[in-house]
Structures are given as C-alpha cells and as structure tokens.
C-alpha cells in the first residue's frame, strides 16, 4: 500500500548548523511533495513543494531535493534557529490529489 | 485575513457520547478538508470537499462519523458515539484549489484536541 516514511523520528542540531531532515516514499506513483512544519499545539504549515519533474528547488533558508530513483525527499534547513524547532512532515500526492503525511521528524535546536 | 478558524480547541467526554467539531474556512477556499492526527503521526485524511461535495470520504468511519458542509463554507464534523480509539486531534484544512489542480497549499486550522474517557 501507499506510505510515507521517515528514517529518524528525533533530531537534534545546534543553533547555527544546518539541518537535514530525510523521507522516503512508497508510491512511484505520487507526482508532487510538500514539507509541512508543526509546531506545538498548532496546525501543520507548509514550507516547500516538490514536483516530481524537479530534483531540487529552494526557497529562503530550506531546501528540498527530491531523488526518484530511490524515492527519497529530504528538506534542508540552512543556519537553523530555535524558531525551526517542530515536527516536520513530508507528504506525498498522487493522481487521486489525497495528500499522504509520515509521521514526522522532530527537530530540536540546541542553542 | 483570517486563518482556518475551528473549535472548540479542547474536549474531553465520556465514551458512548456524541461530540461536534466546527470548521470556518478561509475566504474563497472552496476545497476544505478534515484530517485526524493521532499522537506522533501525521495527518489522516478523513474527508475532502469541493463547495458542498464530499468528493472523497472514503477514509471516513461512516458507522460513527458524519460531516457536512452546508452552502460550501462552513463545516461540522460529528461522531456519535466516541469511542476510547477516537481520542486524537482533528484538523481543519481549505485550499483555493481542488480538482486537477493538486497542491500543498493547504492552510490548516489550529485543530480540535479530543479526548474520550
């Protein structure tokens, strides 16, 4: 069946450093990606996308790569802050548009 | 503007009992969303709608759970009766886009934490 999944559920950086956090997806079939951040209590946020046409693309201070061939994501966050402490979710979209979440990295920040 | 407004934000009831959760979209979003979050996993989709249409509640427990979305806006989700596996939180999402237009641009309320006791 469909999944998506995340090798390490904890991470822990020091402020300053850059963080990777990596996905791997089961569906060969799903066309587009998305990073969402959660933070305590609230809502998951959406960060950056992916289309499956693209192998990287970049927005202020994260980046995503997407690697069909082994079907892995990850998000790369640059100079990380206390503020980018959460859980991140990689989530996947096929044809049939359901948005397919894992079940998250937690991203903590060691000042 | 205003984000994807729901409530309440907590609820705590007995097991057997019913219980309602309230979504107000963003403005103009026509696609609108209810997800389940149970503790450290990502969101489960329950059901999708386009205006007023449920175009995907295949994910939803139709036994227990109902939801509507009446004139396309607003929308309530409902399970009677809860039962101990229903304690999570339910999330509220709209997005400008549906249909052939797939993105992650889907803005998420602040969620309903339920707990059945």
């Known amino acids: 069946g469909e999944s998506v999944g995340l090798h390490l559920p904890t991470l822990s950086v020091q402020e300053g450093d850059n963080s990777i956090i990596n996905c791997a997806y089961s569906n060969s079939a799903s066309d587009y990606f998305i990073w969402y951040k959660q933070e305590s209590g609230k809502g998951p946020q959406f960060i950056i996308d992916i289309r499956s046409n693209m192998d990287k693309r970049q927005g202020q201070r994260v980046t995503v790569l997407l690697n069909k061939t082994v079907k892995h994501l990850s998000l790369q966050i640059a100079a990380t802050q206390p503020g980018d402490s959460a859980v991140y979710f990689c989530?996947?979209?096929?044809?049939?548009?359901?948005?397919?979440f894992g079940s998250g990295t937690r991203l903590l920040v060691r000042p | 503007e205003a984000g994807v407004v729901q409530s309440p934000r907590y609820k705590i009831i007995e097991k057997k009992q019913p219980v309602a959760f309230w979504c107000n979209p963003i403005s103009g979003h026509n696609t609108l969303y209810w997800y389940r979050q149970n503790l450290g996993q990502g969101p489960e989709l329950l059901i999708r709608y386009e205006n007023e249409e449920a175009v995907d509640d295949s994910q939803l427990p139709k036994d227990r759970f109902s939801a509507e979305r009446l004139k396309g806006v607003d929308s309530t989700l409902k399970i009677q009766p809860a039962e101990l596996g229903d304690s999570a939180v339910y999330l509220c999402?709209?997005?400008?886009?549906?249909?052939?237009?797939?993105?992650?641009?889907?803005?998420f309320g602040e969620g309903s934490r339920l707990t059945v006791l």
């Open positions: 999402a709209s997005s400008a886009f549906g249909g052939q237009q797939n993105t992650g641009e889907l803005f």
């Open positions: 989530a996947e979209n096929n044809s049939s548009y359901k948005l397919i």
